[in-house]
T-cell receptor, first 114, second 109 residues
Framework: EAQVTQNPRYLITVTGKKLTVTCSQN?????MSWYRQDPGLGLRQIYY???????DKGDVPEGYKVSRKEKRNFPLILESPSPNQTSLYFC?????????????FGSGTRLTVV | RKEVEQDPGPFNVPEGATVAFNCTYS??????FFWYRQDCRKEPKLLMS???SGNEDGRFTAQLNRASQYISLLIRDSKLSDSATYLC??????????FGSGTKLNVKP
C-alpha cells in the first residue's frame, strides 16, 4: 500500500530534550515536506526537500532541523524543544506531478512539550 | 495577509442540502489549486484538484475564478459522512503550497 509513515503518533516530552520524528514513504517520491498545524493558523511549512541531500527552509523553520540522506526518509529533528513547538505535525510527499496530484500526508504526530 | 483565506464556518446544513465554500488567494501567480478534506485530528486527504475549466467528481464540483482570485467547492446532496473540515490549497511555484485554515462542515440528520 502506498503510504507515508510517521512515528511516533503521540509524544509528550520536556523542554530541551532532543527528539526526532521519523517519516518514511514507499512511493519513490522526490519531494518531501514537513508541516505543523495549529488552530486558526492552518498548515504551515517547516522544511522541504526536493531530493536526496537537497533541503530548504519553509515558512516556520526556527527550532527545527531536517536531513535527507535517503530518498524514502525525511526525519524532523527538534534539538531543544520548547512549549511553543507543541503542535500537530504532518509529513507529506509528492512525485514530480504534484501540481496535478498534490501531496500524500502521513497520519500525523501530536507533540506536547511541557 | 494570509496567502489563502477561508471562512472557518462552521457551516451547519441538513442532509440533502447543497453547500458551497469559497476560498480566496492573494498571489496572482498561483498555478495549482486543490481541495483537501480533513477529519478531526487526522491527516488531510486530497479531495480534488481544481482546474481552470472547473471539474466535477460525483457530488463535488470545484471552480476556479482567476479574475477574482478565488476557488470554490460545491457539495450537492450532502451526506452525514461529508462532515469534515475542507482545506483550500494554492501553489505558485515549484515548492510552495499554501493551505487555508479550513472550513468546517457539519451535516445534520
Amino acid at each position: 500500500e502506498a503510504q507515508v509513515t510517521q512515528n511516533p503518533r503521540y509524544l509528550i516530552t520536556v523542554t530541551g530534550k532532543k527528539l526526532t520524528v521519523t517519516c518514511s514513504q514507499n512511493m519513490n517520491h522526490e519531494y518531501m515536506s514537513w508541516y505543523r498545524q495549529d488552530p486558526g493558523l492552518g498548515l504551515r511549512q517547516i522544511y522541504y526537500s526536493m531530493n536526496v541531500e537537497v533541503t530548504d527552509k519553509g515558512d516556520v523553520p526556527e527550532g527545527y532541523k531536517v536531513s535527507r540522506k535517503e530518498k524514502r526518509n525525511f526525519p524532523l529533528i527538534l534539538e531543544s524543544p520548547s512549549p511553543n513547538q507543541t503542535s500537530l505535525y504532518f509529513c507529506a510527499s509528492s512525485g514530480t506531478d504534484r501540481f496535478n496530484y498534490g501531496y500524500t500526508f502521513g497520519s500525523g504526530t501530536r507533540l506536547t512539550v511541557v | 495577509r494570509k496567502e489563502v483565506e477561508q471562512d472557518p464556518g462552521p457551516f451547519n446544513v441538513p442532509e440533502g442540502a447543497t453547500v458551497a465554500f469559497n476560498c480566496t488567494y492573494s498571489n496572482s501567480a498561483s498555478q495549482s489549486f486543490f481541495w483537501y478534506r480533513q477529519d478531526c485530528r487526522k491527516e488531510p486527504k486530497l479531495l480534488m484538484s481544481v482546474y481552470s475549466s472547473g471539474n466535477e467528481d460525483g457530488r463535488f464540483t470545484a471552480q476556479l475564478n482567476r479574475a477574482s482570485q478565488y476557488i470554490s467547492l460545491l457539495i450537492r446532496d450532502s451526506k452525514l459522512s461529508d462532515s469534515a473540515t475542507y482545506l483550500c490549497v494554492g501553489g505558485y511555484n515549484f515548492n510552495k503550497f499554501y493551505f487555508g485554515s479550513g472550513t468546517k462542515l457539519n451535516v445534520k440528520p
